[in-house]
């Protein structure tokens, strides 16, 4: 049994913060990668950050990058993503998502490809007033 479960989302003022949290078990934190996307209302889902689970190599969307934090744990089997300095342009809902293949990250982070990743969480939605 596949399964992602995010958590933490929510309404926050602008500047203010969240951290998300992604809960991964059977098949899925087997996994190679790891990241967050979002979609906002009437917009394709998108890249935010991402981890390689071996070796932590991450990568980030550049419209987050240095407000944007992802780490893991394994001991709790749990991805996050600490999310500072929120803009109302980051509302929307945020979806973890896991693969084997490691080169799907490296496609949607560097290569700007759609996200592609067998397995996703059903998303937390981030809501951030002005």
């Known amino acids: 049994q596949v399964q992602l479960i995010e958590s933490g989302g929510g309404l926050v003022q602008a500047g203010g913060s969240l951290r998300l949290s992604c809960a991964a078990s059977g098949r899925a934190f087997s996994s190679n990668v790891m990241g967050w996307f979002r979609q906002a209302p009437g917009k394709e889902r998108e890249f935010v950050a991402g981890i390689r689970l071996s070796g932590g190599i991450i990568y980030y969307a550049d419209s987050v990058k240095g407000r944007f934090t992802i780490s893991r744990d394994n001991a709790l089997n749990t991805l996050y993503l600490q999310m500072n300095s929120l803009k109302p342009e980051d509302t929307a809902v945020y979806y973890c998502?896991?693969?084997?293949?490691?080169?799907?990250?490296?496609?949607?982070?560097?290569?700007?490809?759609?996200?592609?990743?067998?397995?996703w969480g059903k998303g937390t939605l981030v809501t951030v007033s002005s």
């Open positions: 998502a896991a693969d084997l293949a490691t080169w799907k990250l490296v496609d949607v982070a560097i290569g700007g490809a759609r996200p592609n990743m067998d397995y």
